[in-house]
């Protein structure tokens, strides 16, 4: 046999084409039909194969909205010949909202395939209900199975119009904010029908997307955040006694808390939170994973420290990088534009005391002469006090006006303080590294 014959033979993994044993020593391995040389793989590059291909298909960008559609295509051709069907026409009412949930709202072709889909699970919910009544008339049947039976499918159906009022807000129009709430509204009615805690965490989730929905509907933008924070805090705290603290759930409950904390400038308990959630991901679910990607744009977003200049040509918001010249000067970055292009922004270095901390931005007292027990003490800006002139337009006169603060700690009542004592907080001292 010649040498080249016999180094063709040679097996090696099909996936990183190496030879013998993978890094860690382990050897080749085979569990199919192939012969000769051919089916060999190291199972860690298995593993690794496989992680990467599952984290493409679950992709919410990629994968999730083409496999939500194969679901259903996979149940109306599987079961083409078995409808009317109780069991598959639940499974088909499921992968209906599947789908549903990927859909874009501002895609036009998926916006009519939002209409299509609705369309079908009504229908289906309908011949749903209309079997389960004649299961009701079946003397063989229990009375504790139809019971179950009907709970599942008002459950389902529940859900299913909450989705879809999810559906119709993404649309970003005024016929789509009214069968929202519509959508909301029958959610609502049956899930106060329903007797369990998840009844009752859904049935404050949809009165608070309606209370949202009428706001936008009626051109009053403003609703009780606190609320939001309250409601917020207590589904988080559910989450974390039914499922744990590593569970995606719970994760994502953090995150929306967190962005509820963020809209009440309340930056200091979004980060302390944010921080610990992506530390809590990374640990459970790696750091590619979608859960801990979605809390670290959060937590990134949560670090950015808003400033506006007290420099005259200097307008708008700019993000506050770093003291220097222990900390005479304020390096900042801006101005920012909305959408943002960090590419377009310039650095600029100013004197400290003309940087003011914008609302939402961390800072830590320095300099009080009369209220000195507060130095050192950190808080969030919550507010800035401004002067008007007589055109109208208010202006932040940094020698005479004030920046609400509410301190960490909670003791604490929250006061107006100069900018000139106050000191933005890059680095929270309690926070985990991210």
């Known amino acids: 046999m010649s040498s080249s014959k016999r180094a063709e033979d040679v097996p090696s993994c099909w996936l990183c084409l190496e030879e013998g044993p993978d ?109 389960l009544e004649q299961l009701d008339q079946l003397e063989s049947l229990d009375w504790g199975t139809c019971l179950r039976l009907r709970d599942d499918l008002t459950d389902l159906e529940a859900n299913g119009n909450a989705n879809i009022g999810h559906f119709y807000r993404r649309l970003n129009s005024n016929e789509g904010l009214f069968k929202a709430k519509e959508q909301f509204e029958k959610a609502r009615d049956l899930f106060k029908t329903m007797h369990t805690m998840e009844a009752e965490t859904s049935l404050a989730k949809m009165k608070q997307n309606i209370s949202e929905l009428e706001s936008d509907l009626s051109g009053n933008e403003a609703h009780d955040e606190e609320l939001d924070v309250i409601y917020l805090q207590r589904d988080y705290h559910r989450c974390l006694g039914i499922y744990g603290q590593s569970s995606s759930a719970t ?9 509820a904390h963020l809209d009440e ?48 040509g200097f307008s708008g918001w700019f993000q506050a990088l770093r003291y220097e010249n222990e900390g005479e000067d304020c390096v900042v970055q801006g101005p920012i534009a909305f959408p943002r292009n960090v590419d377009e922004e310039e650095q600029y270095s100013f004197d400290s005391t003309d940087i003011i901390p914008f609302p939402g931005t961390p800072v830590v007292c320095h300099g009080l002469q009369k209220a000195a027990h507060l130095n050192v003490k950190i808080g969030d800006v919550r507010d800035i006090d401004v002067k008007e002139k007589e055109d109208g337009s208010k202006y932040f006169d940094v020698d005479m006006d004030r920046c609400v603060v509410h301190f960490e700690d909670k003791s604490l009542k929250p006061v107006k303080v100069k900018a000139t004592n106050l000191c933005i907080v890059f680095d929270l001292p309690n926070a985990d590294d991210a």
């Open 251 to 259: 994760i994502y409950a953090g995150v929306a808390l967190a962005k």
């Open 23 to 131: 890094e860690g020593g382990a050897p080749l391995v085979r569990d199919c039909s192939c012969r000769g040389s051919s089916g060999f793989a190291h199972l860690s590059c298995i593993v690794k194969y496989a992680e990467s291909a599952g984290k493409r298909l679950y992709d919410l960008r990629e994968g999730g909205p083409a496999l939500a559609k194969a679901c259903v295509d996979f149940v109306e051709e599987g079961f083409k010949d078995e409808k009317n069907f109780l069991p598959h026409e639940h499974l088909y009412a499921h992968a209906l909202m599947t789908q549903m949930v990927k859909l874009d709202g501002e895609n036009e072709v998926e916006k009519a395939g939002g209409e299509e889909i609705t369309a079908k699970f009504m229908s289906v919910m309908e011949e749903m209900k209309s079997q």
């Open 265 to 312: 400038r309340r930056t200091i308990e979004a980060e302390m939170l944010l921080s610990n959630l992506v530390d809590i991901s990374r640990r459970t679910h790696g750091h590619e994973y979608r859960s801990t990607k979605s809390v670290l744009s959060v937590l990134t977003s949560a670090r950015e420290r808003k400033v506006v200049i007290r420099f005259e």
